[in-house]
């Protein structure tokens, strides 16, 4: 079964950086997007930087010129750099299913998630 792996959340200061890593594992094929949402507690989940089937990034208007996203085969990245409070959250690899996928992304529909991994900015 697919399954997506995080890593590299932690805590920084606001100003820092930090690098979000995410390795698909279990796909038939590596034509799908990929996407990275995060979430805070008692608020829904917001799409934050993808890449779809076609390599064409995608950006939430809140970090656009501050993180970049790439992708290599089945890793995809997140560069986060110039961090601040408010990108305080939990940190959720996505892939695509096209099938049964319910989130809506980037105009790709995400379906199978990562177990999240925490990032915390401190001002």
């Known amino acids: 079964a697919p399954q997506l792996a995080e890593s590299g959340g932690g805590s920084v200061q606001a100003g820092g950086s930090l690098t979000l890593s995410c390795t698909a594992t279990g796909f038939s094929n590596s034509g799908y997007c990929m996407a990275w949402f995060r979430q805070v507690a008692g608020k829904e989940r917001e799409g934050v930087a993808g890449i779809g089937s076609d390599g064409t990034p995608t950006y939430g208007n809140s970090v656009r010129g501050r993180f970049t996203v790439s992708r290599a085969f089945n890793t995809l990245s997140l560069q986060m750099n110039l961090l601040r409070p408010e990108d305080t959250a939990m940190y959720y690899c996505?892939?695509?299913?096209?099938?049964?996928?319910?989130?809506?992304?980037?105009?790709?529909?995400?379906?199978?998630w990562g177990q999240g991994t925490q990032v915390t900015v401190s001002s």
């Open positions: 996505a892939a695509e299913d096209s099938v049964y996928g319910r989130t809506w992304y980037g105009g790709c529909r995400f379906g199978f």
